[in-house]
């Protein structure tokens, strides 16, 4: 039934031992080549041997992975199985590494260049240049000079769900928020997501009542957007 369930789910997400678990090898029989790709992901963490029959079931493949992170090792495993103690738990050589040499790197290989996880560009500062040549692209960090990502909790604030259907406390305070951006921010540019139609009108109702300064920014669409 692989043509019904390829209709149904035509993209699949498993990993290679579920795979060869889970789906008989006489589909090569029936059905040829069942799928058009297959993708795997952390290569530099799947042995060659387990990464071989879902290779085969792909009309392509594309291999993603970090060949600068550990190969596949067993060393976990004496932690999980007393009877292994003592066997020397060695690395394997990973599917990424196996591969990554077969094709021309200027041909067939892509870098992935952004870097986004780390929370600050120091963190992965030294990784990037002994490891990755100075390549990656690192954001900024989220928290600059004061501005930026952050959570700004209110304990008190209480959503209306019955009639207005808005947070007048947390309308209040997005307001004073806006003015202090005004203040000590006027250059640089604001927007404001709302949950839903009421918020955004009360907040906007809210700002006609602020200083000239603050109407003339919120006035300004290049500048500011409430939506």
């Given at each position: ?5 390829l ?19 006489k589909i ?7 799928f ?6 952390e ?17 392509q493949?594309?291999?993603?992975g970090d060949k600068n ?11 999980s ?20 040499g ?23 500062g030294?990784s ?40 007048a406390?947390?309308?209040g ?12 921010n ?24 602020s200083?000239?300064?603050v ?9 500011f957007?409430?939506?």
């Amino acid at each position: 039934h692989l043509s019904y369930l390829l209709a149904a789910k035509s993209c699949w997400l498993m990993s290679p031992t579920s795979l060869a678990n889970l789906i008989d090898s006489k589909i090569f029989v029936e059905h040829g080549v069942p799928f058009d790709l297959v993708i795997f992901d952390e290569a530099s963490q799947i042995r060659v041997l387990d990464g071989l029959l879902a290779m085969s079931f792909g009309k392509q493949v594309i291999i993603v992975g970090d060949k600068n992170q550990l190969p596949p090792t067993d060393f976990f495993a004496g932690f999980s199985s007393p009877e292994a103690e003592g066997e020397d738990f060695g690395v394997s050589e990973s599917l990424l590494e196996e591969f990554g040499g077969v094709f021309e790197e200027d041909k067939t290989q892509v870098m992935l260049m952004s870097h986004y996880r780390s929370e600050t560009p120091d963190l992965i500062g030294f990784s990037n240049n002994w490891f990755y040549g100075g390549k990656l692209e690192i954001y900024p960090p989220a928290h600059i000079s004061g501005v930026g990502r952050r959570l700004h909790y209110l304990p008190t604030a209480v959503y209306s769900e019955s009639g207005q259907r808005d947070n007048a406390t947390e309308a209040g305070e997005v307001v004073k928020l806006i003015e202090l951006h005004v203040r000590e921010n006027p250059e640089k540019s604001l927007g404001v997501v709302t949950m839903n139609i009421p918020q955004m009108e009360l907040i906007d109702e809210q700002l006609l009542c602020s200083s000239e300064a603050v109407r003339m920014f919120c006035s300004d669409e290049a500048k500011f957007f409430l939506r």
